[in-house]
T-cell receptor, first 117, second 113 residues
Framework: EAGVTQSPTHLIKTRGQQVTLRCSPI?????VYWYQQALGLGLQFLLW???????NRGNFPPRFSGRQFPNYSSELNVNALELEDSALYLC????????????????FGPGTRLTVL | GQQLNQSPQSMFIQEGEDVSMNCTSS?????WLWYKQDPGEGPVLLIA?????ELTSNGRLTAQFGITRKDSFLNISASIPSDVGIYFC?????????????FGKGTHLIIQP
């Protein structure tokens, strides 16, 4: 069974540009999560999508946005890129994020390495 | 979101030694998770804990959910070279239920042969 896939693997942009990152969850998973892993800041929760809806977001400005498609794949968009946006962006998926009982296991993709110059 | 304090930040040990790391929170968690991340890869779940006081093992790994629900520890016994990596504790971003995860800063484990 294929794991979580992300594209592209690496990306180089300049300040002020916009970027779109893509994620395909494990087949059958309806929840997709996005995380930013910047040097020195660790893994930080960005966004959670389930069944096409944004369910929660972390402490990031509105220029970080995304969406989830009917096939449960997801995009993360970052507008007006800043130097500090350079990071590894990780996507994770889980079976059903809204069970409300426990945290379903999140399976992570390999990430997209974004460099902003 | 919740803040997790993970220690130590890094560990330099000899192969065969036991390892212990812990994580604390200022707020109550109802789930504690331990992940490992290898270079160039995403984190992989090692152990999940759902009940205060719970002690769970996965091979040479043992983790416990503190009874105060504000802490957890992970032990690795008889370390081997493939244990090298970064270990993260994590819990639900809003403290409980299904959600994104908040992570500790990680413990870098380095094993000297």
């Amino acid at each position: 069974e294929a794991g979580v896939t992300q594209s592209p693997t690496h990306l180089i942009k300049t300040r002020g540009q916009q970027v779109t990152l893509r994620c395909s969850p494990i087949s059958g998973h309806t929840s997709v999560y996005w995380y930013q892993q910047a040097l020195g800041l660790g893994l930080q929760f960005l966004l959670w999508y389930d069944e096409g809806e944004e369910r929660n977001r972390g402490n990031f400005p509105p220029r970080f946005s995304g969406r989830q498609f009917p096939n449960y794949s997801s995009e993360l968009n970052v507008n007006a890129l800043e130097l500090e946006d350079s990071a590894l962006y990780l996507c994770a998926s889980s079976l059903a994020g809204t069970s409300g009982i426990s945290t379903d296991t999140q399976y992570f993709g390999p990430g997209t390495r974004l460099t902003v110059l | 979101g919740q803040q997790l304090n993970q220690s130590p930040q890094s560990m330099f040990i000899q192969e065969g030694e036991d390892v212990s790391m812990n994580c604390t929170s200022s707020s109550i968690f109802n789930t504690w998770l331990w992940y490992k991340q290898d270079p160039g890869e995403g984190p992989v779940l090692l152990i999940a804990l759902y009940k205060a006081g719970e002690l769970t093992s996965n091979g040479r790994l043992t983790a416990q959910f503190g009874i105060t629900r504000k802490d957890s520890f992970l032990n690795i016994s008889a370390s081997i070279p493939s244990d090298v990596g970064i270990y993260f504790c994590a819990g639900p971003y809003s403290g409980g239920g299904a959600d994104g995860l908040t992570f500790g800063k990680g413990t870098h484990l380095i094993i000297q042969p």
